[in-house]
Nanobody, 121 residues
Framework: QVRLVESGGGLVQFGGSLRLSCAAS????????MGWYRQGPGKERELVAT???????NYADSVKGRFTISRDNAKNTVYLQMNSLKPEDTAVYYC???????????????WGQGTQVTVSS
């Protein structure tokens, strides 16, 4: 069984920083690209950033220059460093990835349970 567990959310003031972590555990043969998504109050879930296994990154325009995604393949973990936080960054942040449990199994998509980030003005 595979799990994605996020941590690092919390309450921070305008202009502050937080670092989110998402660790995959369980029966893992391989992990593909990993990503962070968020869903603000009354909004649809949106892409924040993604990173391939090789380290290529992609960011939403709203977070470029403020957020940095990284990953540690040895630890099956993805991180999101969030700087210069704004109230509009307030949301539940989710990590997502696709995982192979064996060399012959199909890729399955997994989501974490979410971690709340609240930015006060």
């Amino acid at each position: 069984q595979v799990r994605l567990v996020e941590s690092g959310g919390g309450l921070v003031q305008f202009g502050g920083s937080l670092r989110l972590s998402c660790a995959a555990s369980g029966n893992i043969f391989s992990i593909s690209a990993m990503g962070w998504y968020r869903q603000g109050p009354g909004k649809e879930r949106e892409l924040v950033a993604t990173i391939t296994r090789g380290g290529s990154t992609n960011y939403a325009d709203s977070v470029k220059g403020r957020f940095t995604i990284s990953r540690d393949n040895a630890k099956n973990t993805v991180y999101l460093q969030m700087n210069s936080l704004k109230p509009e960054d307030t949301a539940v942040y989710y990590c997502k990835t696709r995982i192979l449990t064996t060399s012959t199994a199909p890729w399955y998509e997994y989501w974490g349970q979410g971690t709340q980030v609240t930015v006060s003005s």
